[in-house]
T-cell receptor
Framework: SAVISQKPSRDICQRGTSLTIQCQVDSQVTMMFWYRQQPGQSLTLIATANQGSEATYESGFVIDKFPISRPNLTFSTLTVSNMSPEDSSIYLC???????????FGEGSWLTVV | AQKITQTQPGMFVQEKEAVTLDCTYD???????LFWYKQPSSGEMIFLIY??????QNATEGRYSLNFQKARKSANLVISASQLGDSAMYFCAMREGRAGGTSYGKLTFGQGTILTVHP
């Protein structure tokens, strides 16, 4: 199994600011992803974090708003830029391996934008 | 069209009884995987159980079992001997494609079912 640590776990942010969320996996994984869960909603995939190259974004998500880095196999960051109250959500990192049957999630980062 | 459908917004069960949470899916892929996650109020996503499309046996993990009916495209979660700590949101999710493909590992989630266990 893989243990995934995310930080911050919670934050209250001012409108117009940016926040970077970190995701650290305790073992090497092939795949890393970032999801958003808006209040009362299900999870929506933001992007696939690719090691050493630009992330692959899903429809409706753009790099300028959600820049993502993955400098190595076990670490990734997601930045939520120029935040507005609509960005208030739980942001979750997930990771898995090609050979594995399990995809794990971090504890989530609760962001509230005021 | 919805790829993952969970038709039960909320379910109630008495402690120590079994409960089934429904999940139907839609895919044209032959290779896919189905997952169930538990999300307590803390927000973390806890992996419960996995079923591969080629697995002939239904998956089981402790008190959790997955009733996989491929022809009906359903993957219902069965929780036996419910406990108060099982009260949470439960999500069904699907992974499509083969390992190495560009979409492998991406999960599509259903809308979730809130389970409440009564003492």
């Amino acid at each position: 199994s893989a243990v995934i640590s995310q930080k911050p776990s919670r934050d209250i942010c001012q409108r117009g600011t940016s926040l970077t969320i970190q995701c650290q996996v305790d073992s090497q994984v092939t795949m890393m992803f970032w999801y958003r869960q808006q209040p009362g909603q299900s999870l929506t995939l933001i992007a696939t974090a690719n090691q050493g190259s630009e992330a692959t974004y899903e429809s409706g998500f753009v790099i300028d708003k959600f820049p993502i880095s993955r400098p190595n196999l076990t670490f990734s960051t997601l930045t939520v830029s120029n935040m507005s109250p609509e960005d208030s959500s739980i942001y979750l990192c997930s990771a898995g391996r090609w050979q594995g049957d399990t995809i794990y999630f971090g504890e989530g980062s609760w962001l509230t934008v005021v | 069209a919805q790829k993952i459908t969970q038709t039960q917004p909320g379910m109630f069960v008495q402690e120590k009884e079994a409960v089934t949470l429904d999940c139907t899916y839609d895919t044209s892929d032959q290779s896919y995987g189905l997952f169930w996650y538990k999300q307590p109020s803390s927000g973390e996503m806890i992996f419960l159980i996995y079923q591969g499309s080629y697995d002939e046996q239904n998956a089981t993990e402790g008190r959790y079992s997955l009733n996989f009916q491929k022809a009906r495209k359903s993957a219902n979660l069965v929780i036996s001997a419910s406990q108060l700590g099982d009260s949470a949101m439960y999500f069904c999710a699907m992974r499509e494609g083969r390992a190495g493909g560009t979409s492998y590992g991406k999960l599509t989630f259903g809308q979730g079912t809130i389970l409440t266990v009564h003492p």
